[in-house]
């Protein structure tokens, strides 16, 4: 693992992989609309040399998640991939991926780790999907992790870069997830 503590700004890209944005039962297609915005913080984190972290969503058959929501993002299937705009990006310098089974990536043991090491991490950029479930959860989750450990940190999810399935049916659920990641602190933001 690399040097963590070199890091002041991570980009946290959450679950933007077949599954979701491609092939299987809980893709959207709408999803892809994030993709350019996305793109555009990947390429500003690139050029300060920070830490981007992509978020993988990876289940067995017997997985809780997959009981609970349904077969996604199999491991060892195209499902679990990232998406082909974005792949390069997975190998490039100054990144890490990280599988999780749940539906916040603050679960998964190498986040974890992670930010135990990125001692000077202080703003964390969140971007992916889907809002009201793996984006909200795991945003609520990291604040609550780093004030547990009284390390400041500001945390921005990008509005714009976010989206979830069948967002039209689920509006309740995003404007739920905004309401509570706002009362947790979190910055909601949008390119003007």
Do not use: W
Request: net charge negative.
């Amino acid at each position: 693992m690399k040097n963590l503590k070199l890091y002041r700004k991570a980009l946290v890209i959450v679950d933007m992989i077949n599954g979701f944005v491609r092939e299987g039962n809980m893709h959207d297609y709408r999803i892809a609309r994030t993709i350019p915005r996305q793109l555009e913080l990947i390429k500003e984190y690139q050029e300060i040399e920070g830490l981007i972290l992509f978020i993988k969503d990876a289940h067995t058959k017997d997985s809780t998640e997959v009981a609970q929501l349904g077969e996604h993002a199999l491991i060892g299937t195209s499902e679990q991939e990232v998406i082909e705009e974005l792949r390069d990006y997975e190998k490039a310098d100054h990144t890490l991926s990280i599988l999780k089974n749940s539906t916040s990536f603050m679960e998964a043991p190498k986040m974890r780790e992670v930010l135990r090491k990125a001692t000077n991490l202080r703003e964390v950029d969140i971007v992916g999907c889907c809002t009201d479930i793996c984006v909200c959860n795991g945003a609520i989750g990291m604040a609550n992790y780093f004030d547990q450990q009284n390390r400041p940190l500001t945390i921005r999810v990008h509005q714009d870069a976010v989206a979830t399935y069948n967002e039209e049916k689920r509006k309740n659920y995003v404007d739920a997830a905004y309401l509570l990641m706002e009362r947790q602190g979190i910055q909601l933001v949008k390119k003007i």
